[in-house]
Structure formats: C-alpha cells, structure tokens
C-alpha cells in the first residue's frame, strides 16, 4: 500500500482531474432515476377507544398499513401511532395509474410524477388482480351492480348504500375488472375483492375526474422498491407482504438491485436485513442518514448525505472540499482521490481503509467508495487531515465542522 500511495504522489501533478460540486452531476443524475419517495410518515396520540378504521382513513391510509406499521395489537386504544403516509411510488417515471399489489396502493401520475396516491383493496387468494397493462375502458357514477356468477346476489343491486361498487365505477380493458368505490371502507387495504381495485369513496371521487376513458393503468407486483428523495437525499427501501404467494426477497437481490444505480459498495446491510425482517412497508434509508453536515455554523449541501462506516462517514468529496476552501483531485478511473489545502495533502483510495497523510501512511475509521463512479470520502479522516476539528450536535443530528482556516480567510 505504501509503494502503491508513493507512486500516486509522483504522478498527481499530471494525471489528476479536478474535482468539484458539479461533479456530483452524473451522481445526482443516477439518483433521480430511482423511484422517487413521497409523503411524510405521521404521529397521532390514540384517544382511549378511538378506532383504527377512523384514525387511518382521517390521514388518507388504511387500517391494514396502520398496523403493520406499528407494533402489538393495539389493544389498549392509547398508543402514540406511527402513520405510515410515506410511500415509495413503484416506477421513476410513468403516465397515468400505477398500481403495486404487494403495497395495496394506487399512484397517479402525470408528466411522468406521482402526483396523488391511494391505499387500495385488492383481489384474495384464487381471485387475484390481475398484472399488466390496461386503460381504463368505460366510467360510471352510481352504478348498477350486475352479480356475477360467483356472487350469492341473484338480482341486479341498483344505486344505493347496498350496492358492493359505492357511486363511483372505472372499468379496464381487461373484462370483469375496475376501479370502484365500496360500500364497505373498512374493506381497503386488504385482499378481499375478487380482482377488482376498492377505494375510499373520497379518494375514488378525485381520481374519476383526474383519469378519463383511456387513460392507461399498469398494475405490477413488485415487494421490494428503493426510492431516493432529494429533499433529504437519502435512499430509502420499502418491503411488502406477499399475498400471492410470490416468493422471498434476499439481501443479496436487493444488493444487486442497487448495484444498478453504483451504490451497491455503500448500501448499509445490516438495514436491509433488518428491513427484510419484517413487511410493515416502512420507507427506511439504506444509503445516507438524517445527519447532516455543517461547516462553521453552514449547510452542506450534499446529494447523497452521510453515510454512516465504521466510526466515520462517507460524504460526497466535491462539496465538502468546497466548503473548506479545499481542493479535490482525481486519479484515472478514480483510482485514487488527493485533498489538499495549504501544506495539509491526504491521499484516499477507494476500497482502502488507509490514507497517505502528509507522507505518512494512516489508517481511516471508514475506507473511501466510489458511488455511481462519484468518490465518497471519510468525513472525519479528510476534516482532521485538513487541519479542522469535528464535532457532534446531538439535538440537531448535526455534525459540525470547526474549520478556522476558512474563518481566517473569510475575515480577510
């Protein structure tokens, strides 16, 4: 490793590439074509006896997804509730309706973005929904239900609170299947239709007037999604039920998944697993972490924020350089990374747990990783390399950079 680092400051001078915030361009290019994350997950202080059924309609989710989300049985009617209203929307980009069946939900989107989402109820075991592509054919406002002939009904039910298809029917192109509203809200979320899609009449009241005849609808069976959010810039994994008995979900598949998008050597797998362990549906990070970063009391901007290794952090290296008046430098293929200011070099090699420091060869709390090709470098190790202390914000999950060389230039 030393000969390798001494041969790599011989040459720097003419093979380095610089480096800066807008090189995470072609990182935030990769992250933007994952699933995107939307909504917020919730608290709401149960009232004693206040019902599940209420308490979930109220936020726009079903009962079903409440209580996956949350532990026990819920029994005691005063438990502070975790509302699960943050999704990962199935596809990066589509028109019209989506349709996850292992999630129980229905995305519309337009212009290529989610822009409403619904839970839904879906088709039991022997009567599954169908997968694939459809449009929606025809469109009803207080229908008339025909009983099939799996129906116990022998006559036609018309408009009215006894009618199983509520006031609002959307039908596919694929015969005997819709969209509808139900008389039985307490129904959504769960596998108990016979193919059809049951929405709260409210929810189905918005998306008749947002999708007309044609509009098209994708229905797919997907139980693991990875999302990103740029908001936070983090990626998230969601984990669902398999109703159908479709078969389980390894960490290894979901490591290859993201192998995708070139975060495969920084996914954390220890929160896979744990997110493989049970199907509450959650979105949980996997890449990245509520911690942000400070630099003398200011934001870091990063578009894949820290990620916690060992007892360090993987950050984007262009926008921490640039926060501390640093420069970045690149080796061929992004074989080796140098950040240097004034007299203070440290050289990093991706996969490599020591660093050459000011000649000396160091060992690092977190090896550097290349993300979709972007290097990630060790906050603690470049920060302490560069003459800057670092400390932790445990109210505001902040890590704080003391850097008073960028104070002395700043007062200049």
């Known amino acids: 490793m030393r000969t390798v680092i001494s041969a790599v400051a011989m040459v720097v001078g003419v093979t380095v590439a610089a480096c800066s915030a807008g090189a995470q361009e072609e990182l935030a290019r990769v992250l933007t074509r994952m699933a995107p994350v939307v909504g917020e997950c919730r608290e709401h202080q149960r009232q004693s006896g206040e019902s599940i059924d209420r308490i979930a309609r109220l936020y726009g989710v079903s009962a079903s997804a409440v209580h996956n989300a949350n532990e026990g049985d819920l029994a005691a009617?005063?438990?502070?509730?975790?509302?699960?209203?943050?999704?990962?929307?199935?596809?990066?980009?589509?028109?019209?309706?989506?349709?996850?069946?292992?999630?129980?939900?229905?995305?519309?989107?337009?212009?290529?973005?989610?822009?409403?989402?619904?839970?839904?109820?879906?088709?039991?075991?022997?009567?599954?929904?169908?997968?694939?592509?459809?449009t929606i054919a025809n469109r009803r406002k207080n229908p008339t239900w025909f009983p099939p002939k799996w129906a116990v009904e022998e006559k036609p039910v018309p408009p009215g609170p006894k009618n199983p298809l509520g006031d609002r029917w959307m039908g596919l192109s694929e015969p005997g299947y819709g969209i509808h509203a139900t008389n039985s809200p307490a129904t959504v979320g769960r596998y108990v239709s016979h193919g059809c899609l049951r929405m709260y009449p409210e929810h189905v009241h918005?998306?008749?007037?947002?999708?007309?005849?044609?509009?098209?609808?994708?229905?797919?069976?997907?139980?693991?999604?990875?999302?990103?959010?740029?908001?936070?810039?983090?990626?998230?994994?969601?984990?669902?039920?398999?109703?159908?008995?479709?078969?389980?979900?390894?960490?290894?598949?979901?490591?290859?998944?993201?192998?995708?998008?070139?975060?495969?050597?920084?996914?954390?797998?220890?929160?896979?697993?744990?997110?493989?362990?049970?199907?509450?549906?959650?979105?949980?990070?996997?890449?990245?972490?509520?911690?942000?970063?400070k630099v003398?009391?200011?934001?870091?901007?990063?578009?894949?924020?820290?990620?916690?290794?060992?007892?360090?952090?993987?950050?984007?290296?262009?926008?921490?350089?640039?926060?501390?008046?640093?420069?970045?430098?690149?080796?061929?293929?992004?074989?080796?990374?140098?950040?240097?200011?004034?007299?203070?070099?440290?050289?990093?090699?991706?996969?490599?747990?020591?660093?050459?420091l000011n000649g000396e060869l160091v060992p690092l709390g977190a090896a550097p990783q290349l993300a979709a090709g972007y290097p990630l470098v060790p906050l603690r190790a470049t920060v302490t390399a560069l003459g800057a202390s670092l400390g932790w914000d445990e109210e505001t999950q902040t890590l704080q950079v003391w850097d008073w060389a960028v104070r002395t230039r700043a007062r200049l």
């Open 77 to 134: 009617g005063d438990e502070r509730l975790l509302i699960p209203a943050a999704h990962i929307a199935p596809l990066p980009a589509a028109e019209g309706i989506v349709v996850n069946l292992p999630e129980r939900n229905l995305y519309f989107y337009r212009g290529g973005r989610p822009i409403r989402w619904y839970p839904v109820s879906i088709g039991m075991r022997g009567w599954e929904t169908p997968t694939g592509d459809f």
């Open 206 to 293: 918005e998306l008749y007037e947002l999708a007309p005849v044609r509009t098209p609808v994708k229905i797919i069976y997907e139980r693991v999604v990875v999302g990103y959010r740029s908001e936070d810039a983090i990626v998230y994994l969601a984990y669902y039920p398999d109703p159908y008995h479709v078969g389980e979900v390894t960490p290894a598949a979901v490591r290859e998944l993201l192998k995708d998008y070139g975060l495969g050597d920084v996914v954390d797998m220890t929160a896979v697993a744990q997110v493989l362990s049970d199907t509450s549906g959650v979105p949980t990070p996997v890449v990245g972490s509520p911690v942000k970063v």
């Open 296 to 356: 003398n009391g200011r934001l870091v901007q990063f578009v894949l924020a820290p990620i916690p290794v060992g007892s360090d952090w993987l950050v984007p290296a262009g926008p921490l350089a640039v926060a501390m008046g640093a420069q970045i430098e690149l080796g061929p293929g992004v074989n080796y990374v140098v950040a240097s200011r004034g007299d203070q070099r440290v050289f990093l090699s991706p996969g490599n747990a020591e660093a050459l």
